[in-house]
């Protein structure tokens, strides 16, 4: 966002110096509800950073995952509202279970401090370095490509399913992502330019399932783009959830030397596109968002807690 309201780039530093950790090999896993998931693969660690307060607390991993730890993948849940500090952790991977190779999960609470049962799937596959998207009560990975579809986590029921993915061409995973669906479900993103496409799982009469284009919107219409542009590699970056948004970039020929790189932020339901600037790598990028609620807001807040559904900053 534009200043004041985009957050100092000062509040992300971990901090790890001090810990002697800087040669560690970190990575995030995603950002949601105003915290940053981190994970410490060196050391088997998970990180919760809040980048408002500074807030950081370690959260090892559950000793099925300790031998593996390049293998797995995670989420954070926390009150969407941002009225409670307490979250939950969801890891997932490959685990050595008894000695036995699965494709498994496991839930940490912060309320209780531990970890859960491991929740087994029910084959094995190998799942995707992308950050999860969370739908309703469902959190969804891509698995790597030979596996060849999407890792489902429900967590109400506690229980994993491997969904699928549409037999679509160029659905490499750097030009797709998980989203919303039309029906509130699971959805698809696909962008190649000047082509983004939706794509929807429908289940027919007889109970088979399978994948529905919603809509194509040429991208040549809504991108500020130069007019003899030549387009080389196009990518998705990130995806926002609050937002249902996506961070996309367009490469020019020749892109791995001199071509120029532009960024946009597009709203999928208006299909509204915000030109970013800056100097962006070629790499994953996480929205984070967070806001405050000034004293006034929060006496209205208290009267009519019962009332609101959401805060307004």
Not at 47 to 75: C, E, K, L, M
Not at 118 to 131: F, K
Not at 231 to 237: E, N, P, Q, R, V
Request: glycine share 8%; hydrophobic share 40%; proline share 5%.
């Amino acid at each position: 966002m534009d200043s004041p309201d985009r957050i100092l780039a000062e509040r992300f530093s971990l901090q790890v110096c001090a810990d002697e950790a800087t040669n560690d090999h970190w990575g995030v896993l995603g950002c949601r509800h105003g915290r940053v998931l981190v994970v410490n693969r060196t050391r088997c660690e998970l990180v919760v950073f809040d980048p408002i307060s500074g807030d950081r607390g370690i959260v090892p991993f559950p000793p099925d995952f300790d031998n593996h730890a390049y293998n797995t993948n995670g989420a954070l849940i926390g009150d969407q509202q941002l009225r409670s500090s307490a979250f939950q952790l969801v890891l997932v991977g490959f685990s050595a279970n008894g000695g036995v190779g699965v494709t498994a999960a496991s839930v940490y609470s912060s309320e209780t401090g531990e970890w859960g049962q491991l929740i087994a799937a029910a084959r094995p596959c190998a799942v995707g370095h992308l950050p999860c998207t969370l739908i309703g009560k469902r959190l969804y990975w891509w698995l790597t490509e030979r596996d060849h579809g999407i890792l489902e986590f429900s967590l109400e029921t506690k229980s994993l399913a491997v969904i699928t993915k549409p037999s679509i061409e160029n659905i490499h995973s750097c030009r797709s992502r998980i989203i919303s669906g039309e029906d509130g479900g699971v959805g698809l993103v696909v962008f190649l330019y000047p082509s983004l496409q939706m794509w929807d799982p429908k289940v027919s009469d007889r109970g088979v399932a399978t994948w529905v284009l919603r809509k194509t919107v040429d991208m040549r219409g809504k991108l500020a783009l130069p007019c003899n542009l030549e387009a080389g590699k196009s990518t998705i970056l990130g995806y926002t959830e609050d937002a249902d948004a996506i961070i996309i970039s367009v490469h020019t020929f020749p892109w791995v030397q001199n071509g120029d790189v532009y960024v946009f932020l597009v709203q999928l339901d208006l299909m509204q596109c915000k030109k970013l600037h800056g100097s962006f790598m070629e790499n994953l990028y996480h929205p984070y968002a967070n806001f405050y609620v000034g004293p006034t807001a929060l006496k209205l807040l208290g009267r009519l807690d019962s009332e609101w559904d959401t805060a307004v900053p």
